[in-house]
């Protein structure tokens, strides 16, 4: 089975991350919500507390398949200010293993120089932040082991992409029908 693990820090956007753990879960995906604050209830950016599962310094990168970053201020802010996460995301890049962000957090990736020759979006008006990339406005940009998304609006095609990367196309599809969302 896949193992997807989802970051969150505080001020993170509460709909894009719940929104992908809900899906993955619906799919028979392993997810696990990671916080990166020490405490495992992490106050989102519109005042909804997440509660995750572990903490980062619990968790099992060996047997992750993808990392998921939502977005959110100052939440993607504060992805990209966790060592031991960035160190993990470098790891997880050169191994090809997945990555994934949405909104404002694509940037993290960009900064960290991992998008140089990939094809990605971000949240509008972030693009400067995306270094390296051929910047897209695409709802979803899946480009090699890398995928990102624009924003709250696009987290269910963000989330859906998720799932055809691990289950195919079909299972998607199956489950976009099953919550009534027309692709």
């Known amino acids: ?5 989802i970051f969150m820090a505080e001020g993170h956007e509460e709909i894009e991350a ?7 879960r619906r799919a028979g995906i392993d997810i696990e919500m990671v916080s990166i604050t020490g ?8 005042g909804i507390t997440t509660y995750c599962d572990k903490l980062i310094e ?10 998921v970053l939502p977005g959110g201020m100052p939440g993607t802010l504060n992805l990209e200010l966790c060592e031991p996460l960035m160190d993990q995301i470098h790891g997880f890049n050169t191994s090809k293993k997945g ?3 949405i909104c404002a957090a694509p940037t993290v990736f960009g900064k960290a120089g991992i998008l140089e020759g990939k ?12 270094v390296g990339a051929n910047v897209s406005t695409d709802e979803v940009c899946h480009d090699g082991h890398i995928i990102t998304s624009r924003g709250l609006g696009t987290a269910i095609p963000f989330a859906l992409e998720i799932v055809k990367t691990f289950q195919g196309e079909e299972a ?3 489950l976009a029908q099953g919550i009534v969302y027309k692709r």
């Open 18 to 24: 719940l929104t992908v753990v809900d899906l993955l």
């Open 119 to 130: 094809k990605a979006t971000c949240y509008p008006g972030m693009e400067k932040d995306l």
């Open 58 to 67: 619990t968790c099992n990168f060996d047997s992750a398949d993808m990392i």
């Open 172 to 174: 998607a599809s199956k």
């Open 99 to 101: 990555l994934a962000a």
């Open 1 to 5: 089975m896949s193992k997807v693990l």
């Open 39 to 46: 405490n495992k209830k992490v106050p989102g950016s519109h």
